[in-house]
Antibody
Framework: EVQLLESGGGLVQPGGSLRLSCAAS????????MSWVRQAPGKGLEWVSA????????YYADSVKGRFTISRDNSKNTLYLQMDSLRAEDTAIYYC??????????????????WGQGTLVTVSS | QSVLTQPPSASGTPGQRVTISCSGS????????VDWYQQLPGTAPKLLLY???QRPSGVPDRFSGSKSGTSASLAISGLQSEDEADYYC???????????FGGGTKLTVL
């Protein structure tokens, strides 16, 4: 059974830093890309960042580029999100998601087939 | 950052068929597959449909998806009270080099 367990959320002041972790189990972690998706209170889903299975390729939403860093430790089956220079608008539940990528009839597929329960990040003074 | 366009709300009575639309552009829906996620109140999102119209194991065949050009739609037949949730479409965007989500549609079962 696939399980994803996020941790590291909490209250942080504007300009501060936080590191989120996502412990994965139930699948071959290094074979899959992983992503972070967030949801501000009462708002919709926003993709934040993604990393390839071996960690060689990373992707970021424009809203976090230069401030957030995604990484993974395949020996520990763990995904990370280092968040620096945090802003009030970064307040959200952060979900990690197992990600399936590839091609289907010449179209690129990139979807989140399993999600964690989320961890709340609150940026406030 | 741009989003895929969904109606903010939809509704139907038990047993009815409802559809939710998702409009994008050539750089996302027009060239890549569309996925749908269901988020029940107070829970994490769950994959509902992937690659335009594929159902993960466990998803009832009441849920179906289609795509044409730069638009996609989710259809729910035989509507049930437990289908009351938020529904999001999503697709990879070649220009942004990332995933775009729709704004979400809140489905109410009357």
């Amino acid at each position: 059974e696939v399980q994803l367990l996020e941790s590291g959320g909490g209250l942080v002041q504007p300009g501060g830093s936080l590191r989120l972790s996502c412990a994965a189990s139930g699948f071959t972690f290094s074979s899959y890309a992983m992503s972070w998706v967030r949801q501000a209170p009462g708002k919709g889903l926003e993709w934040v960042s993604a990393i390839s299975g071996r960690g060689g390729s990373t992707y970021y939403a424009d809203s976090v580029k230069g401030r957030f860093t995604i990484s993974r430790d395949n020996s520990k089956n763990t995904l990370y999100l280092q968040m620096d220079s945090l802003r009030a608008e970064d307040t959200a539940i952060y979900y990690c998601a197992k990600t399936t990528t590839g091609y289907s009839s010449n179209q690129y597929k990139y979807y989140f087939d399993y999600w964690g329960q989320g961890t709340l990040v609150t940026v406030s003074s | 950052q741009s989003v895929l366009t969904q109606p903010p709300s939809a509704s139907g009575t038990p047993g009815q068929r409802v559809t939710i639309s998702c409009s994008g552009s050539s750089s996302n829906i027009g060239s890549n597959t569309v996925d749908w996620y269901q988020q029940l109140p107070g829970t994490a999102p769950k994959l509902l449909l992937y690659s335009n119209n594929q159902r993960p194991s466990g998803v009832p065949d009441r849920f179906s998806g289609s795509k044409s050009g730069t638009s996609a739609s989710l259809a729910i037949s035989g509507l049930q009270s437990e289908d009351e949730a938020d529904y999001y479409c999503a697709a990879w965007d070649d220009s942004l080099n990332g995933v775009l989500f729709g704004g979400g549609t809140k489905l109410t079962v009357l």
